[in-house]
């Protein structure tokens, strides 16, 4: 159960309203074109995402986590290495969809945040291919179970969420429909077991 400022003590409700709010606020950075300057490709644009995205509901929101995450048997990127590992990703290309995608396998190991790194790094990504090459991700055409696979082998072998990914490439960039089915929380899990290590 995490620490919130909404003062939940039940994680099930924690997660409603989690969902809800950022939903919400996921809404409010399309309608209201916040992300139409912000610089592609780079983690700061990813901390502002993830600060607008969870500011009303965790202290936390848009800083770099001070714990060592995992989901089943994978370590995300271990605290000693993380911070060169996000300046790494900077500083990786993004011209082609390859690139693009490579770029965001990387930032799924990195994992910085403590909570809500996959409904904020899709966004991310929607706003590297659209402002790249004129494309967005439509998620309702992504199983979730293949996805889940998918990223699960990336860091070993990527050419199967570039597949799932590229199938699923439209050029309704600005469609607020498709644009919302990347945060939907109850259709991506994001459930991650974390590993406590010494507090930074």
Partial sequence: MLDNKLGLTCSADLAREEERISKKKAAELFEQGILDDLPTGQFSTLQAIHQYLFEDIYDFAGQIRKINIAKGNFRFAPLVYLEAAL?????????TFDEIVEKYVEMNIAHPFREGNGRSTRIWL???????????VDWSLVDKDDYLLAMER????????????????TDEINSREVYMKGIDHSYYYEGYTTFKTEEL
């Fill in 87 to 95: 300046d790494n990703i900077d500083k990786m290309p993004q011209s």
């Fill in 126 to 136: 929607d706003h590297i291919l659209k402002k790249e090459i004129g494309k967005v």
């Fill in 154 to 169: 990336s860091p070993i072998r990527d050419i199967e969420i570039k597949h799932l990914l590229r199938e699923a490439l």
